[in-house]
């Protein structure tokens, strides 16, 4: 850690600021240029990440030069990981070259309805199937999911087409019921600050498929992998589905370099959701040949057979047949950039 | 609703749309302009909120007349609310003219320090007294909280010093063990969407500090009031501290207008917290200034005696001498705008 | 035009609200609903979007059903342009599926330095040289280019390398003399609303690069096409080149969905400029690939020999064999996205 | 500055690092860390402001511990300027102390409409009156201004109401003429960085209004004073009006802390503009008020004596009465805050 001192510090400021430095057992190099003073902090900068240097008078700045998180830092662990969801028929794997492809409903609206989708996006390539049975919804007056016979459906819909299913937890007290049904627990972008949640799924042992939150950096994204991590579970995927911008015209502005930046910092493997990201069915395409092209470990995708009768975000879902479509396209450019399939 | 169809629509599509609202009940106005049809859908506008329109082949786009939110719209309930916090020689109010004063530390560290920072807040005006047992933090290598020692610790400091307690719950297993140790119960910016909390505080029927989101609009914050109400508890004070934003010589972009805005739209009050808004010591007290002139009914400020020693985030509180000379200005101010203090 | 009135909007109030849509020469058509009343107005739609109707007493909210620009419009022109720049063996295409690679330093900075850089970005692929004359920086203590002695240089090295060139314009007084040197004329990010130079290339017959402004929607950026567009040059390429984000990892935003909206929205081909988007030569090739992926008519880099010593944006410059091994991975993504290579 | 060098740097890189500072006429005091070597360059910082220190291979990162900004920062000038528009009668002053009172229509539309608005803000206690004569319209379809005409049109209106005026200008070619009209020149958001405009208005010797651009950090705004500044003219008056957000239920985010943050960092005055900033007349007034308590030297709002009619900006003007009542309202808070009014 650096330490820029203010203007016009004092000598006994700046003997304080050493003093409380070296009371956390670090030792402290002065540096005094033409304009300001900097204090070199040699030592563990983990005791000190978490101290208030910034409240010391005199202090100007207080700079990181480690990244705060460990367990999921390239430094910790400099090869790509890869994550396994499913196994045998269903094995589904996402970095270190290989793409998954999640696709699915919003929601899980019933048996009938995951059976169709399920058949149909296992048949264009899909190696997750998604479905919510636990709705995150702005409105409590809108469709809040069907619960534990939600998580039934999908995992008899997953059995029957030999896919591995993954599903959002948003409650700590229904992590374990939730692990009893599916292959990989989804903490949604809402939730991606929820350390309670956070902390509930890193003590299972389930991949967990973790979203960016609307407002979070990617550094905060990966300060949420590590409470995860923590807790001993480092089966992680990530996931870039959109930030707040300021143009309307999309649900939320996709963030593909992301992807670059992960990679860069983390052996974790990240994967995009084009449809959250847009919420246009007719800007989804588009942009998961982007994120794939961008390096990106994987796809998610919204599938609906009749999305004008979805409960929940039908707008922004394809068709089977655009799905379809779309997966060929994406073949030709997993293709180009020499990536591994499943 | 509105209906907006796109250019082109085939008369068949048309009625497929006209059927789908019939199909809820509901009544369609067509009206053909020169170059595109709109739909004026007539009846109970609630049934559709959650129906994907914008799904139907044809459709461009359906513009809501009214809001989501009910309970807590200004529509329901037309004069604004006065929130009551404490009782007897704790109480203090929020809305309808009055202001309520929140101060204290970030996180409850010991009761030597509440006792001095309860004393000297209340000293200063104050008739909250604040402080966290369970943190909700960023790292999962930093300080937590003291959990239940600390709730017991923040309730003793204010019986001694006749001053109602806030605190922050992150858990939902947590909601009803808070409930006994304080006057009002506190949902941070980092849940405003953990819908599961909101519906969890919405059955207690303790007054409810609710933060805006970091990537929440102003829709949204009565979005996730309205969880609350929805249980029954509209005892609900809402509280901007700051979005993201671009410029991060700030910790976040403190959106004063948002008072005048909840103003228009909802009968609930709100208050500024431009201690988590700025971050900035030396900015606070401009922001406070600017929310109570804004109209806010009340400021959140966090103050400690030795923020450099502070267990979480001390950089930003303010001092208790800085406090009082705040309280000061911001009295004279509350004058200057009409409002009663306290 | 849709216009939404206010709830309890009076008669009185309504009919003034028609009569002032009537003396616009046009029809207005009213629908009751249960709780709102809607206008749809039917006529030209031109005559009204400059009128300030949401100042009318009563009006809630005015919806725009028809773009303001219409030019730059796909309704107005349904095939994607070609634009061409150079000609005989510098010439270049944009759109139309046609890709177009520009490169080169961020400044013109000297003979032997553009010589150096143009031969090798040639050599690399790319089909458009750039370099700047004068520059638009932040600090008036920064370099600000070579002017007219700068562009003699650009044309030379375009010359020698048989490549086109472009460079920026920010003075209105200086686009006839630029007029005389290069194939195109840039409008920079910060121009992008500087109505004045708009009009000014839009009266000369070059063909212009418009870079998307860091605060502009999609519709911004067709709205300042549509300045150059009005006088009278339709030979536009747009550019994403990044918006502002609340991530500081990255110098900006780079909003790759904005090429599938453009393409949706517009005839005009849109290229895109990972170098400004993200300032950080590990991120660059990523984006550049996803910009491809995506759809866009072309990529632009900044190429420099010598980083460390460029007097503009040098670290942000990839070197020129770096530009190398991209294009040959831009290759193959265009391959795989079916576009055709210059 | 303050170089920050990569994890794994080779002896030859640091060396190399050391030999490029030196070379710039600067020392280096090198300071190794536990995981980092960091580099204190000591000398004349603005040598290397300009030099892409961060393009050196092995730079992690430089830190400035100085501003850039030089004439326009509290060091170079640590009491706040005053900065008097207008003479004699017609004195407006803003800083120090002073609160100064900019009010008008958006556009000079004609000499009626002129004289009746400037008499009305004059009566209510404005002592600057705006009004634009070229107009900088996103759309090549919306009224431009009256140019040169307009601008007699405002002089005469201001000379009628013993006022002084304000005009902006968007043409290096106009500046002149229209400092022949008016006594102080605006240069509006979106030219905040047309730097060929900043560098025109530098060299005439009248009061400056430079409005924040909407993408801009405060620093940016301080480096743009500062093109204005280097040209010899420090008569500069800066303007919050709102910056990009992500809610777009008001058309900006109005950014109030930036006031507190000029105040800190220079000696020029700072002024509000809630009408551009919010764009909703019944959002204006509160965040006018909650400008001046925050410590703004002044309130700029748009006032027209008949929105609807405005040829430009109607729906977010206030009429003459309400700007009337708002300025007791202001002037109750000037004074709560200590300010003197004119």
Redesign the interface.
Known sequence: M?I?LK?GITEPQIAHVVE?IESLGLKA?L??????T?I???????RI??T??????GV??A?N??P?YKLTSK?AHPQPSIVAVGAGPTLARFGGGHVGMIAGPCAVESAERMDAIGGAVKKAGANVLRGGAYK????????QGLGEEGLKILRDAGKKHSIAVVTEV????HVELACEYVDMLQLGA??M????LL?EVGKTNKPVLLKR???A????LL??A??IA?QGNSNIVLCERG????????RN?????A???V??LSHLPIIVDPSH??GRP??I???A???????ADGVHIEVHNC?????S???Q?LLPDQYAALMV?LK??A???GKTWG
Chains 1, 2, 3, 4 share one sequence.
Not at 136 to 143: Q, V
Not at 170 to 173: E, G, H, I, S
Request: charged share 20%; glycine share 8%; net charge negative.
């Open positions: 650096i820029i203007e409380r190099h540096s005094r240029g033409t304009y300001r900097v070199g902090v040699i030592g563990d900068e983990a990440a978490a208030p240097l910034e409240a010391i008078p100007a700045q700079v030069v480690m705060e430094t995150p919804r702005t409105s409590p007056y809108a469709f948003v409650d700590p007290r809402r939730n600050q929820n350390f309670v902390t939150g609307m407002a950096t990617v550094k905060d300060m949420s590590e409470y923590s930030v707040k911008g300021f143009d309307s015209a999309c502005m996709f963030d593909v370099a992807v670059a930046q990679h860069q990201a847009t007719e800007i395409p588009s942009c040949l982007a994120g794939l092209a961008a390096g999305p004008e009768e979805a409960m975000d039908g707008p879902a396209q030709a450019v293709q180009a950039v």
